[in-house]
């Protein structure tokens, strides 16, 4: 039986919709992460998705690979201009089989190392990332930082969207000792009632770096966003730079 932790059911539920819901302008992260791949670098996206990212990178001449867990997310690539010429496996981004090195850059992007929602599969995704990177190859995550004060009592209820036909709510329960956030998040309309779970296990940025030691990675630079802005106690988010020893 599929689990929220599981990539066919979250793309079951959301690689349809998902493009439209996540109206995300890749064009920073794309620059940031052209800049990083030196000329004929070979570059692998965990967790590729519907191409966000990856297509316009590939646009720019960077030789792109991919790995995701969804079929359904990689039908939706394939579909796109340009997707189907992006090798895709379909696999879990923590084990990486079927990916074979070396690679000069790997990228994980849209907090999406949070959907493997145990520390011991994150740890198992850095270390099999490391050992597909070559010596000095680099590895880029991208990831909120949890706000815990966002929770009374463990708990979180707010509203996404709100028109005179519609409500798009969503529900969280926090567990502060295994890390994770269990959400829940439900459309009202016309058609009925819609349910889109989610888990994460969130990861502190300290705990990440951590993660990367155990790999053999070391970092090297940390953002608050793309545009390179400084890393400071009041981020919510950040850009980090590991790089292979």
Request: proline share 5%.
């Amino acid at each position: 039986m599929s689990s929220f932790g599981d990539p066919d059911f979250y793309g079951d539920r959301y690689a349809h919709e998902y493009d439209d819901r996540t109206e995300l302008d890749p064009t920073a992260a794309v620059a940031f992460l052209a800049a990083l791949v030196p000329a004929g670098g070979r570059v692998l996206e965990l967790a590729a998705g519907t191409g966000r990212v990856t297509l316009p990178l590939a646009a720019r001449g960077v030789r792109v690979e991919g790995i995701e867990g969804s079929a359904a997310m990689v039908e939706r690539m394939r579909a796109r201009p340009g997707g189907a010429g992006i090798p895709v496996v379909v696999g879990d981004m923590a084990d990486l089989e079927g990916i074979d090195g070396p690679y000069d850059m790997a990228y994980l992007v849209f907090n999406t190392l949070f959907n493997l929602t145990s520390q011991e599969r994150q740890v198992d995704c850095f270390r099999n990332v490391a050992r597909v990177l070559r010596p000095g190859g680099r590895f880029v995550i991208e990831a909120f930082v949890q706000d815990v004060a966002a929770f009374d009592n463990g708990q979180r209820v707010a509203a996404r969207a709100l028109t005179e036909e519609s409500v798009d709510m969503e529900y969280q329960i926090h567990d502060p000792v295994a890390q994770t956030v269990t959400y829940q998040r439900v459309t009202i309309d016309a058609a009925g009632t819609t349910l889109r779970p989610l888990l994460l296990r969130y990861a502190w940025p300290s705990e990440l770096d951590l993660m990367a030691r155990l790999a053999g990675l070391r970092r090297t630079a940390r953002y608050t966003d793309w545009d390179r802005s400084p890393f400071t106690g009041k981020s919510t988010r950040h850009v980090t730079v590991y790089e292979r020893e």
